[in-house]
């Protein structure tokens, strides 16, 4: 998008316009739109006032009602922190007794609205024109959130009175994401260097972040970086220096609908052992964080093999930081004896999960031929090295 098209998007008519549209589920698009410029608008703006709607009812998602009412770009709305999440971004810095946040990186402004509704008064940095004036309407409910277009890396130090600094560098361009904090817009190492002047930073970074490209966590310049899970799905990582920082290393946030469990430790290896009576699938933070071996440690489990993410243990111990099964029945895999197995227990409906073993389930499923009534779960995996089909049940059913 550019600068005259936000512009036009933030004429008060436009505005109501755009807040009189139906669901856009509703919306037949090239029937409303031509009705649109029936009535006199322009083409430019009735394709962005259509946008507006799609992106509206996607943003639901991540946003909830506060999507109503703002205005979005396709690119803002994709990197845009969940509010979920962006709440528990700004509960960090209010803890941490911060006051005053320059948001490096602001977007869409997400991180900036969650900040300024704990009272946080927030510089939010913008350096596209046409993504800074949507952060403008996006945050014209607080007094105190003040958006400048402006590039942030050369203004940030001189700027009087912050006293924390925040940052979600683009990691995305039209060739796809970038995974290298080196090729992150501003890079990581550029906003880490901020911490001499502003200790109480945080960076949001993708999840796939290496370990290595980690500072170290020292007293004097404590850093926890934390991988984020919400309803199973690894959003986010966070990197949270000095005051931000609630532990030294790793830990991984489980967000689970309304509730959320936190997981610190260093990560260190787990203990390999014989498969047991119960299986549990570590959630995908708690993976990513590196702490399959401590929670291990916490459920007196043990890997099933040193390079494949699965715990097994004797005794069922509920966690949130992972999903269990009751292992029913363990063979050799192959596609023939897997097939005779199901067709045995009556299994018409299969879930398959697999790890460390090149299956696709897709492929799978129709060469097992599956008839009947029962539903079953499928785990393959190695153990031990050798590939193995595993049927198991859930824990939760």
Known sequence: MDADTARLLLAPETLALIDRLPPYDSIEPLAFGSRLRAEGLDGRLVAAVLTQAELRSRARGKLGEFAVGMLFTREGLEQATRL????????????????????????????????????????????????ALLADH?????????????????????????DAVFADPARRT????????RDYSPTLDEVLALRDQFPALGVKVGPGIPHDAIPASTTDAPVEAQWVSVDGDVVEAGLW???????????????????????????????????????????????????????????????????????????????PFA???????????STQRLAKALRERGVGRVEIKKRGIDVTPERLRPQLKLRGTEAATVVLTRIAGRHTALLVEPLDR
């Open 84 to 131: 979920s999440v962006a709440g528990r971004h700004a509960r960090r810095y209010a803890s941490a007794g911060c006051t005053r946040v320059a948001d490096l990186t602001a977007g869409l402004g997400v991180d900036a609205m969650a900040l300024a509704a704990l009272g946080l008064a927030v510089m939010a940095f913008e350096l596209d024109e046409a993504t």
């Open 138 to 162: 996006n945050l014209r409910h607080w007094d105190d959130a003040v958006v400048v277009h402006a590039d942030s890396m050369a203004t940030v130090r001189r700027v009087d009175g912050m």
């Open 323 to 333: 999903h269990g099964y009751r292992v029913l029945e363990a063979m050799p895999y």
């Open 241 to 319: 220096c000095g005051p931000l920082a609630r532990t030294h290393g790793h830990s991984a946030l489980v967000v689970r609908g309304s509730d959320a469990h936190e997981l610190a430790a260093d990560p260190i290896p787990g203990e390999v052992g014989p498969l047991g009576e119960y299986l549990y699938e570590p959630d995908g933070a708690v993976i990513r964080a590196g702490l399959v071996g401590p929670l291990g440690a916490r459920l007196d489990a043990r890997l099933v093999d040193p390079t494949i993410a699965y715990l097994t243990a004797d005794a069922p111990h509920p966690t």
């Open 174 to 181: 039209g060739r796809g994401r970038r995974h290298d904090p």
